[in-house]
């Protein structure tokens, strides 16, 4: 319950942020453009809605990042965390409450932005599919919502706001383009390039939280796939990333002093 | 039982200790003024008992719970109006009060409340939009949430004008009447006598003086500054001075004698002078008010030891 409230009282603050407005909208521009790009200008290849994907995750991983990274050490800043924590809840409410706040503005976020290019999308598209188009965002609320996460650990982890921000930063970097572009470098250059891509090498693509859904049917694999490439793991991967920073960024904020 | 009851408080941060082995009561139903300059290690305290900080060392009960282990259970029944909070500026102030009575399972009317701290024609504002003063007054108002049995309320006229500040004392004692135990600290001694029944005056992290208002301006005010102006003082004189019962302290110039004294004690003092060889051209009385006594610790600018000295001499008589 006290969760809860905390999380309720999140997003109506948050919900109203002119930062938020401004963030959905360039999400949204953003969007219709990679749409208009996707469907107009590759004509030689069949587009389908999950090829938006790739972009939109990583816009996705930013919003994520930017909706986390300040939601405590800003409140620790500001002296509002005292007001909250003058009422009946804990720090564990706190963290919790936070970050369920804060997915459910993620989920706004997506949600609002495709719903904006859906008309884009249903004039563009060769053959337009719901199914398809309602996959792709919910694929996306994943890594929302773990970027959310990850940022918010984050945040209740660090006294300083600047350190924070330093701190979103360098994740937005490390997940939405560093990971994907040192994994290109391997491939290219120390992997054999006539031989079969080895497993671990899709472990490490997948564990990054953009990409937990690639799994032994999207890469065709067959029967021969390890454990770690079956689809459930996909799941282990998701809850490690929400649990793991989450629970150490607890930890570490039960223990700290506040003011 | 204590409403609080702190028993070898310490706080340290790295080399400084903001708070060392600090022994407090407040009673139950009273209103505890605890006073001290800024800088005096209040808000440490106070963030210890409402677990915002750890204490290095030392047992906090707050209501009977265990102010570290047992925070949820004191942060129900009490209403706390910290320093340097915040409110959530794009939040109203009925959005505020609502989040407040909900966390509390309280049914109190957020309009109600509003207008018993005056904010009532805001009420609908973003809180963003509010005067220093408004964002007290609301903060005040959510303190009031449940009916708390402890109001813990920190420099609470912060930001008030004096019209402010006498409503905030009014509701002091409305609690008060109600039967809540109010913990109010202060740097400013005026804002505190006129509703605590009990004041404690910490310095430098230790409380120097635990006691009623009229207890202290009791013990304050039997005592009398007596100089006397002499032609010489007698070799002789200032010891005889000091066998005198209800003397505190002595000292002299080559024309002057310096006394504390009780205050029927002045006219033996002056008459063991002339005993002793000197002879008295002329005295003077000077009486310690509260106020001075208060000043001596929150006034920088005068001694802050010999106000600590001072106190220290009254109150073990």
Redesign the interface.
Known sequence: M?IL?VAK?DF??AI??LTLVAVVGAFTAFLAFKTYFEFTMTPMTTTTASDLYQSSANAVAVIGTLLGYKSIVG?RE???L??L??????RRDVVLGKFIGRAAVVVVTVIVGFVVVSAHYAVLADSPSLTAYAVLVGKLLVPGVVFVAIALAFSAANRSAMVATWGAIVLAIVFAFAWDTVLNMIESLMLPPDAAIPNWFHLVTRLNPKFFYIDANTLELGNSAPFYLEPWFGGVIVAGWLLIPLGLAYLLFE?S??? | MGAIEASGLTKQYGDVTAVAALDLVVDEGTVFGFLGPNGAGKSTVINCLLDYIRPTEGQISVLGYDAQGETLAVRKRTGVLPQGFDVYDRLTGRQHLKFIIDSNGADDDPEAIAERVGIADAIDRRAGDYSRGMTQRLMLGTALVGQPDLLILDEPSTGLDPEGAHEMREIVREESDRGATVFFSSHILGQVEAVCDEVGILQAGTLVAEDTIDGLRNAIEAETTLTVTVDRVPNAALAAVRALADISEVSATDTTVTVQCADDAKMTVLRKLETAGATVEDFELAKTSLEDLFLAYTDDETGVTSGHDQISEVLTQ
Do not use: I, N, V
């Not at chain 1, 924590?85 to 804990?90: F, S």
């Open positions: 006290s409230l009282k109506q603050d109203r942020s409140e500001s002296g509002s005292k007001f924590l003058g009422m009946p809840h804990t223990r002093d506040l003011a």
